[in-house]
């Protein structure tokens, strides 16, 4: 189905690009929702990244939903970019997590909200580039080499800087949060 939408766009019929949005939409949304925790901008920024990929379709070169994938998040990851040095004003991490329902799955999982606000604490003391590459890598499940083709980073450096974090992390929060963190995100260190 994706091959056959490709070609048919790449023939001119762009109603074709909406079976590449259903395929990819709800993937490019959670990948930004994560960064910002920010309903509405995520929204704001979906439609960014379809507008953008829509308009540039006819130039993207790859045969393959990895490819694919890869481009679409890449034009998610540069808007985000673009749009969080703009955006003046968000959602509390604090008061988003904290929110009842919110996440019920992960805060079932961390039983103390003081082992909670330890871990926001950490990342927010974590630049941009290690927050984004440690989310794709935890939250997203992505592998070093779908890290390196959004980002730019090299698989090499991508691997450099989840280790080094979590090895921050490891240094600046209790052996039980980071366990739990780590459980609770299914990463195996």
Known sequence: ???????????????????LYDISCDRVYASIFHRTLDVSLTED??????????????????NT????????????????????????????????VFEPGYHDSWIDNI?????????LTFMDTLNERERIILTYR???????TEISAITGE?????KKIVSRTLEKIGSNVTPLTLLTLLISYGINR
């Open 1 to 19: 189905m994706f091959l056959e939408a490709l070609n048919r766009i790449r023939l001119g019929d762009m109603d074709s690009f909406w079976i």
């Open 45 to 62: 920024i979906v439609s960014q990244v379809y507008f953008k990929a829509l308009k540039t379709i006819k130039n993207f070169r790859g």
């Open 65 to 96: 939903e990895w490819e694919f994938f890869s481009w679409i998040l890449r034009i998610g990851y540069t808007t985000m970019i673009d749009n969080l040095k703009w955006h003046e004003e968000s959602t509390s991490l604090d008061e988003l």
């Open 111 to 119: 039983d103390n909200k003081t082992k909670i606000q330890e871990v």
């Open 138 to 144: 935890i939250w997203d499940d992505m592998s070093y």
């Open 154 to 158: 090299s698989v090499d450096n991508c």
